[in-house]
């Protein structure tokens, strides 16, 4: 018997193989000796046939049934390997250096060349990134980075970058690069490299790739000279490419609206269709950020950082959207053009939280707030604007309020892991939170209306759409409702403007306990944002249609928007028709999706390392976000980490001992009542397991 699959290696060192579909779409079935017909959902492989695999290899695996009638990989025969790198660490093995791989990747001492082994013979217990060699048994072919200290910052961005980019190769996205217009073997020439250099710790391959070569939409589209208004950017102090700017104005009146004009960079003006630095942006998707080192940029800094960044004082073209926002933070009259603009100041969120905490025009003065601000005869206006948008976006945050959006339920962390001068800190996760509201409110009220816009045009776009609740999720917490006597009128259709509108009314009532416990499931049943080519609710946000329009510089889903709209300013065919949106929509999933995965990785590893030298006070509080019979899963409450503690350390029993919780019929809670789902704890940190998450008991 056997079957082709993909391998996904187990931390604990087995792994399992997952088989091809049928045609029909259902699990493949085997028949064994006896005649006994088996349907393969997975197969088990045992550790000593897992060692020298790694994720995403496509096996064939020989299947045998063991005693308890389960099926079992006796050996495995390599198809393909998707994989081009690895990341783990050294150590001697019969007189040579192998590599231990990171056990998200596999298991087993994976041999190099002796040429290798000889140079890396004083590294034992470092980490190195090398390539993989392409067939049988996984060996390293040759040294890409390291050896480095396993804690290092550089160390922790390559381990992110080999484990996330290293699973999004063009060829395992459905369609390949050719579904998108990229020639097969430069793409994935182009992705080896640039993952290569972003695990060296260097920065992607934009830098000098010309965007001269190809058509650009609306070539001759008239421009409106607004360089004489005041435009403002608010970012980081740190901050290189620049994508928005924004002009407020307002009368004053409580009853009037407020004119916003949100201006961003017009890189489709630029960036040519099929040229070299088009096809780098597309093969990459967006810019790869990083704590630890240089950014990956989608395009050459030179552009993205330069000459399209809309930097103070400096003659942008942009593309601009005006809107009215009403004192109910309703927006109307929303307009789209394109126009010459000239920032009269470059704010930090420093100055515009101090602003708000004290209006005026002080905080917004040159060197107030680091090295940037208003100078003398800009300031009177830039106030003026700043007060402006400020009001608009206190509206549009009283409007979104009204909408029971998912942002309401969930907390975000109070502190993050961060690299300052070459250390991993714990710094304020936001330390301009009110700042940094303004600047979101208005830049979604800027994709909400270039959605609306487009769509009550028929124009076809790329939209950001999101369906609330993952399907095949969803009926644990329609479980979770009727088990506390609340069940949804809407059923299957429940929407999370009907779960926040509970959980309100829950906590009205005084039932916090549940209302916390329904949130907490939520958690674990929302389903994943994607990009759709027609036009798509977004949910989780309360938006009937909704962009990505902000940010050309940095991701290709927004340029492919811009060209759409610059296209359709100038009155000429859109250079995508919704076949190639839906083909772009599935590759920037995926592509996007890796440079998201990678941060996460990045992030979490660096707290990593901040536990395991004690870097945060334990006992520490938490949220219990998941209950089974072998634990509980606990969301830290200050870095916002989620680590498990084991039913032995909930119990207060040895933790050899092999013990289970005993939940309640609706599986949330205890029987005892102990312990529930949404329920707050103290807990202190145990240890880490092997892939750097925290194991955790009580305190």
Request: charged fraction near 20%; charge should be negative.
């Amino acid at each position: 018997m056997q079957v082709t699959g993909r391998f996904t290696p187990h931390p604990r060192g087995f792994g399992f193989v997952e088989p091809r579909p049928t045609a029909a779409g259902t699990p493949p079935v085997v028949v064994d000796d006896d005649g006994t017909s088996h349907r393969v959902d997975s197969a088990f492989v045992p550790p000593d046939v897992a060692r020298g695999w790694i994720a995403d290899d496509t096996v064939t695996a020989q299947l045998v049934v063991d005693d308890k009638g389960r099926l079992n990989a006796a050996s495995l025969a390599l198809v393909s390997r998707q994989r081009r790198f690895v990341v783990g660490e050294l150590q001697p093995f019969a007189g040579k250096m192998v590599l231990q791989p990171d056990a998200r990747l596999g298991h087993g001492e994976l041999p190099m060349p002796d040429e290798m082994s000889a140079r890396l013979r004083h590294g034992e217990g470092k980490q190195i990134v090398a390539t993989l060699s392409p067939a049988g048994r996984a060996s390293c072919a040759a040294l890409v980075a390291g050896p480095l200290p396993t804690f290092a910052p550089s160390a922790v961005r390559a381990r992110a970058v080999v484990i996330a980019h290293g699973g999004a190769t063009p060829d395992s996205i459905p369609g390949g690069p050719e579904a998108v217009g990229l020639p097969a073997v430069e793409t994935n020439t182009t992705v080896l490299r640039a993952t290569g250099r972003m695990a060296a710790g260097q920065a992607g391959l934009a830098a000098g790739l010309s965007p001269d070569e190809g058509p650009v939409p609306g070539p001759h589209a008239p421009l409106e000279d607004r360089r004489s208004e005041i435009q403002v950017t608010i970012d980081d102090d740190s901050s290189k490419d620049l994508d928005d700017a924004l002009s407020g104005a307002w009368s004053g009146g409580a009853d009037d609206p407020v004119l916003v004009k949100v201006h961003i960079a017009d890189a489709a003006g630029t960036v040519g269709i099929g040229s070299p630095a088009d096809r780098y942006a597309r093969t990459m998707g967006a810019t790869a950020y990083f704590t630890a080192g240089p950014n990956a940029a989608m395009l050459d800094p030179a552009l993205s950082e330069d000459a399209l960044s809309l930097l103070p004082g400096q003659d942008r073209r942009a593309v601009t959207v005006s809107m009215l926002i009403a004192p109910d933070g309703g927006v109307t009259g929303v307009e789209l053009g394109l126009s010459w603009i000239r920032p009269a100041a470059r704010l930090s969120y420093a100055a515009v939280e101090a602003y708000l905490a004290d209006p005026g025009p002080r905080p917004l003065m040159q060197g107030a707030h680091g090295p940037n601000g208003a100078d003398a005869d800009a300031l009177p206006h830039v106030t003026v604007a700043v007060m402006a948008l400020a009001e608009a976006a206190r509206r549009l945050g009283a409007e979104r309020d009204a909408r029971d959006t998912l942002e309401d339920l969930f907390s975000a962390a109070e502190f993050e892991a961060a690299v300052v001068d070459g250390k991993i800190r714990a710094v304020e996760a936001d330390p301009h939170p009110r700042a940094q509201r303004v600047v979101e409110r208005l830049m979604v009220a800027a994709n909400e209306a270039v959605a609306g816009w487009a769509s009550a045009r028929g124009l076809a776009l790329l939209y950001r759409g999101h369906v609330g609740f993952a399907p095949d999720r969803l009926p644990r917490l329609l479980a979770a409702a009727e088990a506390i006597g609340e069940p949804f009128a809407e059923g299957d259709a429940v929407q999370p403007r009907h779960l926040v509108a509970l959980v309100e009314r829950l906590q009205d009532g005084g039932r916090h306990d549940e209302a916390a416990a329904l949130a907490t499931v939520a958690t674990g049943v929302v389903a994943r944002a994607g990009y759709t080519a027609t036009p798509s609710s977004h949910e989780a946000m309360g938006s009937g249609a909704y962009t990505h329009f902000t940010s050309p510089l940095r991701r290709y889903a927004d340029l492919v928007v811009h060209r759409q709209l610059r296209a359709a300013l100038a009155g000429e065919t859109p250079p995508y028709d919704e076949a190639e949106l839906a083909s772009l929509a599935v590759w920037l999933d995926a592509r996007g999706g890796a440079a998201g995965h990678a941060q996460a990785l990045e992030r979490n590893a660096l707290w990593a390392v901040l536990l395991d030298r004690r870097a945060v006070s334990f006992p520490t509080p938490g949220t219990i976000v998941g209950i089974s019979r072998n634990g509980l899963r606990i969301r830290l409450t200050v870095p916002g980490l989620t680590g498990f503690m084991s039913a032995a350390r909930a119990l207060g029993v040895s933790p050899k001992e092999r013990v289970s919780l005993e939940l309640d019929e609706r599986e949330l809670a205890t029987v005892d009542g102990q312990y529930a789902i949404g329920g707050s704890i103290k807990v202190r940190l145990d240890r880490l397991d092997e892939l750097g998450r925290p194991d955790l008991k009580p305190a």
